[in-house]
């Protein structure tokens, strides 16, 4: 009775003719009449298939698609900054940028990202997802036409600002709302997206500023075709629904209930009313058994806001912590491995090593870049996510330790200096800075494909209550790390060295590898209503691996199978049919 009362989303055959051996359908749900009138508020729904992804997918693609246009901004505008400072000239309050000036103008965006990130859990539970990425796309308006009517430098701070206040808000609303659409076999493709339009939009803003670099006020263009995209995505927006989820824990059932069969809308209509029905029962399940939860926290608030009721939930239940230290953890070892001192610092670090063409070779790291992030999108729903970060940071730690030693030998400092001459190449045509670059395009590819898109699936480890507020959190930790980086990645290369502090990278990718594997459960092909129940009494790593084993096992078995599949906290078992 226990283990019953802990079964997820059964994935079942329809009552079809030919018996128990005719193939499960990889899709959407039913509900067969019997175990909806014996369902109750906080009682798990079972019974369930899925409706064939050809035809329950395609609104979710163009609405997955349309949302992640945000992640186009956010790495076109966090791109474009680099061939911008040096195409500006005397154009800002009539000098030529100081330090000073540069750094405001590039840190600018990444605080007001790190400050607007956890008020996107705020907004989002308060006005919806839909209405945050409406923001956003105002946002990045806003923040481009400012940019290109800059005439002083302090104009020029609060465009950037505003673009990463925008930039905040869409990195954590946009795979909340894709993780929320997704059904579970498409949801790692498809939060994927938002990381594809990221490192296509790098790629987008070094082509443009090659493209402008030669032109007078060139720049203006650079930053003033941001808002292109976010004029589009505004268009885009008037067509996208709100998402379900949130729909049903603002109470409007009906609501959600039009918005999936919107969803289904490819399937026959008494098939699309079932599979609407059961996939609406099992969010208001879990609701209720997320208010069963935290009736206590609720009762003790009395009068408190939502808000501080909600925190009190993310924060003092047990399985919404281990959520919580899960996508904090991933989001810090994203950042906290080096990757965007890359992304900020490539031209000049190729220029010192003496490349002829420092701008076409930093191209040809965001072009890798975007590749295997594509790679990250055909592979990480059937190799699962914690496989693909168990397999890929041991490869960039290799990498990096390649960096390492490749400066090691190609600077000349004198031992136990701390001089600024960061980079003295010998005199030879020394073969380690070609190798150098063939280390970094190494790491590039790993992290692209695992750390680059993994930590992002973040949204689906918390449940519906805490999960926009969880996933600010995360996300906030995302650009505080990035910060960090930001701020000491030249002082380490100076003071360091260049070797030391490529090694101190290396340290970070092995202690995140160890708690990788200690903590991160796999998550692949389950649903999002399972992941709380995975999570309830522990880090779930064993039961979860064993239950994407039996996941995998059943969809290669599809075709010889039959019967019932049952999902226990993400563990699955097979049942003969009933009759």
């Not at 203006?220 to 008037?238: I, Y």
């Not at 079932?274 to 935290?294: C, F, M, P, W, Y």
């Not at 020394?430 to 790993?446: D, N, Q």
């Amino acid at each position: 009775m226990v283990n019953d009362e802990l079964e997820m989303a059964d994935l079942r055959d329809g009552d079809r003719e030919g018996g128990a051996d005719e193939p499960l359908m990889p899709g959407a749900d039913h509900t067969d009449h019997d175990e909806q009138n014996d369902s109750s508020p906080g009682t798990r729904h079972h019974g369930q298939t899925r409706a064939p992804l050809h035809k329950a997918g395609k609104v979710i693609w163009l609405l997955s698609l349309s949302a992640g246009i945000s992640g186009l901004l956010f790495g076109y505008d966090t791109g474009v900054i680099s061939s911008t400072l040096v195409s500006v000239g005397s154009d800002l309050s009539g000098h030529d940028l100081t330090t000073t000036d540069k750094s405001l103008i590039t840190a600018v965006t990444s605080l007001f990202a790190l400050l607007s990130a956890p008020l996107t859990g705020y907004f989002a539970d308060k006005y919806g997802r839909r209405s945050v990425i409406l923001l956003a796309s105002l946002l990045f308006i806003l923040g481009a036409v400012v940019q290109a009517a800059s005439a002083w430098v302090t104009m020029m701070v609060v465009g950037r600002a505003a673009v990463g206040a925008a930039v905040g808000l869409a990195s954590c609303a946009t795979p909340l709302y894709i993780t929320e659409l997704a059904p579970a076999e498409m949801r790692g493709r498809l939060v994927t997206i938002q990381s594809l339009f990221i490192t296509g939009g790098q790629v987008v803003a070094y082509l443009v500023g090659w493209a402008f670099a030669g032109m007078p006020h060139g720049w203006r263009w650079m930053v003033g075709l941001g808002a292109l995209p976010a004029a589009l995505q505004l268009f885009l927006l008037t067509f996208m629904f709100e998402t379900p989820r949130w729909l049903v824990q603002a109470g409007r059932v009906e609501r959600a209930r039009e918005v999936l069969r919107s969803l289904y809308g490819g399937l026959p209509e008494d098939e699309r009313q079932r599979t609407a029905e059961s996939v609406l029962l099992d969010i208001q399940n879990e609701v209720a058994e997320q208010s069963k939860l935290s009736f206590g926290i609720t009762e003790l608030d009395g009068p408190r806001s939502s808000f501080a009721t909600t925190s009190k939930q993310l924060f003092h239940i047990p399985g919404n912590r281990r959520a919580l230290t899960i996508a904090c953890t991933l989001q810090a070892i994203q950042q906290l491995c080096g990757f965007n001192s890359l992304m900020y610092f490539s031209a000049s670090i190729f220029t010192l090593l003496g490349f002829t063409n420092p701008i076409t070779t930093s191209l040809s790291v965001a072009l890798t870049n975007f590749a295997f992030t594509v790679a990250a999108f055909a592979f990480i729903d059937t190799l699962g996510r914690r496989r693909i970060l168990l397999y890929s940071i041991p490869i960039m730690m290799l990498a990096l330790g390649w960096c390492s030693w490749a400066f090691y030998n190609i600077t000349d400092l004198p031992p136990g200096t701390k001089q600024p001459t960061i980079f003295l190449v010998h005199d030879d045509h020394s073969r380690w800075p070609g190798s150098l670059l063939g280390a970094m395009i190494v790491y590039v590819a790993a992290y692209a494909i695992g750390l680059g898109c993994v930590p992002w699936q973040q949204s689906e480890l918390f449940p519906l209550r805490v999960r926009s507020l969880g996933s600010g959190i995360a996300t906030a930790t995302n650009w505080s790390s990035n910060f960090v980086i930001g701020i000491s990645f030249l002082p380490m290369m100076e003071f360091l060295s260049p070797s030391i502090t490529f090694a101190v990278y290396a340290v970070v990718c092995l202690f995140g590898w160890f708690a990788i594997l200690m903590i991160y459960p796999e998550t692949a092909g389950l649903e999002l209503e399972g992941i709380g129940e995975l999570l309830r009494d522990g880090w779930g790593v064993k039961k979860s691996l064993q239950g994407f084993r039996e996941r995998k096992r059943q969809g290669s078995g599809d075709e010889q199978g039959g019967g019932r599949l049952r999902s226990v906290g993400g563990l699955f078992r097979r049942r003969p049919r009933q009759h």
